[in-house]
């Protein structure tokens, strides 16, 4: 039995260069074509990537890690040039907004000689990797309970992190995040 799709493969498998030719000659024609289909199906890609994203969400998430992992640095200087662009000072400032709500909802009794005495109870050194504080690396305060999880801004909900571990911990509890 004839099989057109069958056919139509094998021959491009044995014409490659006639179809690397003609695809150069109508390329510009067929983008054209395209870009108004597009305009005039505008819902159409839409669904199918949203279609394709829950068919293949763990795929895509395992090739995405590979990528981060192995363009680290690449991955960083995307990240700051966006930080630096209007829509990322707005993600900004939606974060730092959306944080100071919760702030508002929380109880907030955390007061400067409070927070100094938690410095000296902890020696001035980070509670996670002990590094010692100073001009390099300032001190943060790190909430046991995150603010995102219930967490108050309290003497016994506040530990010293250095920045790095502070970020590392992210909105982990301390159990779920190990102490050195």
């Known amino acids: 039995m004839f099989n057109q799709k069958r056919y139509m493969k094998k021959w491009h498998e044995n ?3 006639y179809y690397k030719q003609y695809y150069q000659e ?10 108004e289909w597009l305009k ?16 293949n969400r763990d795929k895509i998430s395992i090739q995405t890690k590979q ?10 200087k995307r990240h700051r040039k966006y930080r630096k662009s209007g829509k990322g000072k707005a993600c900004i400032q939606r974060g730092h907004i959306t944080r100071r709500i919760k702030e508002k909802e929380i109880i907030n009794t955390l007061t400067s000689d409070e927070w100094l005495d938690i410095l000296k109870e902890y020696d001035y050194r ?8 100073d001009e390099n690396t ?3 305060r790190d909430h046991i ?21 502070n970020s590392k911990k992210n ?7 190990v102490i050195k």
Not at 41 to 53: C, L, S
Not at 67 to 76: D, G, S, T
């Open 145 to 165: 309970i995150p603010i995102s999880k219930g967490g108050n801004n309290t003497k016994e909900n506040i530990v010293p992190a250095c920045q790095s571990c």
């Open 138 to 140: 300032l001190p943060t």
């Open 67 to 76: 990528y981060r992992e192995n363009n680290k640095e690449k991955e960083v």
């Open 171 to 177: 909105n982990k509890i301390n159990i779920e995040f």
């Open 15 to 17: 014409n490659p260069e």
């Open 126 to 133: 980070c509670v996670y990797c002990g590094c010692n504080f």
């Open 40 to 55: 005039a199906n505008p819902d159409y890609m839409k669904k199918y990537w949203e279609d394709y994203y829950q068919k």
């Open 26 to 35: 109508n390329k510009e024609i067929n983008n054209e074509k395209h870009e």
